[in-house]
């Protein structure tokens, strides 16, 4: 494996999930799924060996890591000892809030409720992550420059979303960039407006 590096692995781990999804969204039969979901799984396979010759981590840490978080950040779930609870939340939003309340209770010196969000996320996946942030922290929603009607459907949505990609394109705009920028604005504007108070 002298040659692979988790960094030469990155486009194929981000190339696999992207597939996934894909294959989800198109409504592809399960045999499908599972076959992607597997090179998934290869990539966190490769990525632990690499880190298993450095001398770093395994597997196998990988995965009693994971299952120590499950267990940790959903206590409406899982006892301590990762046994089921007896009884769940009754709504999303209990759950919700338990599991904002455990993440902070993990990282008290994050306040910035941006932090975390991936860089590398493509500027929508970002944008719609840092409305989510921001609604369960209740910060301020995002103003569009211009009042507009409410959206019927998804694919009106998408049409929508298109419509403006192509404006962007035909005025010599990049879309993506632009809607980085805008979104870097606004976290820093809405956690700057709640630093004073």
């Known amino acids: 494996m002298g040659a692979l590096t988790h960094a030469s692995l990155v486009e194929y781990l981000l190339e696999e999930a992207f597939e996934v999804a894909e294959t989800i969204e198109a409504g592809h039969p399960d045999g499908e799924l599972r076959g992607e979901l597997g090179d998934v799984l290869l990539q966190v396979v490769l990525h632990a060996r690499i880190a298993e010759e450095r001398g770093s981590f395994t597997f196998d840490d990988v995965a009693r890591g994971l299952s120590a978080k499950m267990i940790r950040r959903n206590p409406h779930v899982f006892r301590p000892d990762g046994s089921l609870q007896d009884s769940f939340p009754a709504t999303v939003d209990e759950i919700v809030q338990k599991w904002d309340a455990v993440k902070r209770a993990e990282r008290p010196e994050r306040q910035d409720p941006f932090e975390g969000i991936p860089l590398a996320l493509p500027a929508l996946a970002r944008a719609q992550k840092s409305m989510d942030r921001a609604a369960r922290a209740g910060l ?25 990609v192509h404006t962007a394109h035909a005025s010599g705009y990049d879309a993506e960039r632009a809607l980085r920028s805008a979104v870097r604005r606004y976290q820093e504007r809405v956690s700057g407006q709640r630093q004073q108070e």
Do not use: N, T
Not at 154 to 163: K, R, W
């Open 140 to 164: 301020p929603p995002a103003q569009p420059p211009v009042q507009s009607r409410p959206i019927a459907s998804e694919d009106e949505l998408g049409e929508l979303l298109l419509a403006v």
